[in-house]
C-alpha cells in the first residue's frame, strides 16, 4: 500500500498564480482532509471530505476549493496564490469514523508564494 | 471559543526516564481524544486514540489518559529512548461537526 501520496513534495508559486496540489489514498478511506501547517500556528484544517461528492469547510477555508469526484482523490486548488498562502500543506485520510481511527497523513506539500 | 494546549516549550527528559506531555482543552466536550507524533519534514503520524469511557489505553511504552472532569489528557512515554525525540500532537473532534482539531504540539528530547 502506498498510503497517502501528496504531489508535488516542493512548489514554488508566484503572487497570483493558481495550482492544484494532489492527494491520493489506496486505502478505500472515506474521510479526508486538507491541513497546513505554519510555525506556531500548529495544524489547522483547511476543507474536509466524509465521502465522494461530499465536501465541508475548515477553519481556514479562503483562497482555497476543494472537490471529491471519487474516494481515492481529494485535489486542493489554490485560486489566486498570495504569500500568506506559503505553508506546508498535509492531505490525511481516515477510515469509516475518525472515532475509530486515526488520520493517516501524506508527506507534505511545500508551498512558497513570492 | 475552544481551546487545544499544549506546553509550547521543549520538554528535555534524560534517557531511561518517563516522559510525560500534557493536553488541554477548553469548550470542548470530546467523545474521544488523539495522540500524534511528528519528526522533523515530515507527516503526522498516529499514535493511539482514547474514548471518554476509557480512563487509560496503553500502547507499548505509550500510555495515555484522558480525564474528562479536568479536560485533560496525559501522554506517557516509558523507559524513553534518544528515538522518540520528536514533536506530539493531540487533537479531538470539535463540538459541532466532528472535525479533527490538532493542538500545537510539544517537541521532546530525549537526552543520551
Known amino acids: 500500500n502506498a498510503g497517502v501520496t501528496q504531489t508535488p513534495k516542493f512548489q514554488v508559486l508566484k503572487t497570483g498564480q493558481s495550482m492544484t496540489l494532489q492527494c491520493a489514498q489506496d486505502m478505500n478511506h472515506e474521510y479526508m482532509s486538507w491541513y497546513r501547517q505554519d510555525p506556531g500556528m500548529g495544524l489547522r484544517l483547511i476543507h474536509y471530505s466524509v465521502g465522494a461528492g461530499i465536501t465541508d469547510q475548515g477553519e481556514v477555508p479562503n483562497g482555497y476549493n476543494v472537490s471529491r469526484s471519487t474516494t481515492e482523490d481529494f485535489p486542493l486548488r489554490l485560486l489566486s496564490a498570495a504569500p500568506s498562502q506559503t505553508s506546508v500543506y498535509f492531505c490525511?485520510?481516515?477510515?469509516?469514523?475518525?472515532?475509530?481511527?486515526?488520520?493517516?497523513f501524506g508527506s507534505g506539500t511545500r508551498l512558497t508564494v513570492v | 471559543s475552544q481551546k487545544i494546549e499544549q506546553n509550547s516549550e521543549a520538554l528535555n527528559i534524560q534517557e531511561g526516564k518517563t516522559a510525560t506531555l500534557t493536553c488541554n482543552y477548553t469548550n470542548y466536550s470530546p467523545a474521544y481524544l488523539q495522540w500524534y507524533r511528528q519528526d522533523p519534514g515530515r507527516g503526522p503520524v498516529f499514535l493511539l486514540l482514547?474514548?471518554?469511557?476509557?480512563k487509560e489505553k496503553r500502547k507499548e511504552r505509550l500510555k495515555v489518559t484522558f480525564d474528562t472532569t479536568l479536560k485533560q489528557s496525559l501522554f506517557h512515554i516509558t523507559a524513553s529512548q534518544p528515538a522518540d525525540s520528536a514533536t506530539y500532537l493531540c487533537?479531538?473532534?470539535?463540538?459541532?461537526?466532528?472535525?479533527?482539531?490538532f493542538g500545537k504540539g510539544t517537541r521532546l528530547h530525549i537526552l543520551p
Open positions: 490525511a485520510s481516515s477510515g469509516p469514523g475518525t472515532a475509530n481511527y486515526g488520520y493517516t
Open positions: 482514547i474514548r471518554e469511557n476509557e
Open positions: 487533537a479531538l473532534p470539535n463540538n459541532r461537526d466532528d472535525k479533527i482539531i
